[in-house]
């Protein structure tokens, strides 16, 4: 059996000037083409190394691609003959997975590497699962980014919708996992953007968030919360949501690593975790009397509370992340049976605190103070969030027609 690999320009070229690659299955003579699923100009193509050269911006990535589908090919041969099948050039094309372009899941195996090794675990551990439910769909096989395309996230679509019993959001949100992995294969030259299906075009996939519905709590039920006599579990629960809706919405991973170190001159210095944005706020006397709760000295890592101190190591930010994710939920636990107490019907989570803090500060408090207290880059994001609150005009509006 005489056989040979090769990677090759093909002949036919694109509109933007490039060829595409491919590679080259000759076997008794008789050859099948492997197409690598990107373009390169012949400027940037050396024939005789069989490898594109380093004027090429993703030239090492792109290489590095290519002797791994030279090694998968060559491995399927020798397997093959081994165990006495075809080894036919069009054999050995079927059975390299996928047919053609870069695979969607070894690309997306290197995008949750990122998230771990740049500490985004939050991120991770939502994403994940939408890349898995992505390939669970997909009956486990791989597949590469010139196969996704609007018809195929259609279906994917109506199987999460069906299938999964999922929400309107949900499913944007697996697609959105899905165009960030497909976006960075663009961005690196490993994919051409002529294959990707998101966008505004027609036949396109529009990525686009559904309404969804915010409620917080009312000055009166937060006064409730404020005077409830509660257990020790409940108080704490109670103490971290009270802390959270006193400093605008803090998320429950900043108010949990709050530090004593972080008061100074009766102002909390902190850096928020979601984006390292930095600032400091006056501490209300309300936050200073549940402070007086906590003596200084207790806990570990001059941590304020005590839901972190057991770790031994708050730099590793895997194990820290996890655990805040047990304690919320602990937390949530304890303040649906305050909600009981409080005679509280909306739903009563950590989460919930900042949309309290939104829905009392509306029509009060001017956008641009609350793009610093919400620290958001863009006040348009601090515009589209405050929307959900923001009823004062709608109301007066509505009042003016029907008080004829």
């Not at 594109?52 to 290519?66: E, T, V, Y």
């Not at 690196?188 to 529009?206: H, N, R």
């Amino acid at each position: 059996m005489a056989s040979s690999l090769k990677i090759v320009l093909r002949s036919k070229q694109n509109s933007d000037g490039t060829f595409p690659l491919a590679m080259r299955v000759t076997i008794d003579r008789k050859s099948s083409y492997i197409y690598l699923g990107f373009s390169v100009r012949k400027a940037d193509w050396d024939a005789v190394a069989q490898k594109i050269k380093k004027s090429h911006p993703n030239s090492a990535q792109l290489n590095n691609f290519i002797l791994s589908k030279k090694a998968e090919a060559n491995d399927k041969m020798l397997n093959m003959a081994a165990h006495n099948k075809d080894v036919s050039s069009k054999a050995v094309r079927s059975h390299i997975k996928p047919k053609e372009g870069i695979s969607f899941f070894s690309q997306a195996k290197v995008y949750i590497e990122e998230l771990d090794k740049t500490g985004r675990f939050n991120q991770k551990c939502t994403d994940l699962p939408r890349i898995n439910g992505f390939r669970r769909f997909l009956g486990g096989s791989d597949i590469n980014f010139a196969e996704i395309n609007p018809g195929l996230l259609q279906k994917f679509r109506a199987y999460l919708i069906g299938t999964r019993k999922i929400t309107e959001r949900t499913v944007v949100n697996h697609f959105v996992v899905i165009r960030t992995i497909f976006n960075r294969a663009i961005a690196s030259g490993l994919v051409e953007e002529k294959y990707y299906p998101f966008g505004k075009g027609k036949g396109k996939i529009s990525i686009k968030f559904p309404d969804s519905m915010k409620i917080g709590l009312t000055i009166d039920e937060i006064k409730a919360l404020e005077s409830l006599e509660l257990t020790d579990g409940e108080n704490h629960s109670r103490n971290l949501f009270l802390i959270s809706f006193y400093f605008a919405g803090m998320r429950i991973s900043d108010v949990l690593r709050l530090k004593w170190s972080d008061f100074q001159n009766e102002r909390l210095y902190y850096a928020m975790g979601k984006n390292l944005k930095t600032g400091s706020l006056r501490v209300p006397d309300k936050v200073t009397g549940i402070l007086e709760q906590y003596p200084r000295g207790e806990n570990a890592h001059d941590l304020v509370f005590h839901d972190l101190a057991k770790l031994p190591d708050l730099s590793k930010a895997n194990e820290v992340q996890n655990y805040i994710k047990t304690r919320n939920r602990v937390c949530n636990d304890y303040l649906k049976k305050i909600a009981v107490k409080a005679g509280i019907t909306k739903p009563l989570t950590m989460h919930i605190a900042r949309h309290s803090f939104a829905q009392i500060s509306a029509d009060r408090i001017p956008a641009n103070v609350l793009q610093k207290l919400y620290r958001h880059t863009d006040i348009k994001t601090t515009m589209q969030y405050q929307s959900n609150f923001m009823t004062k005009m709608t109301d007066d509006a509505l009042e003016a027609v029907i008080n004829l």
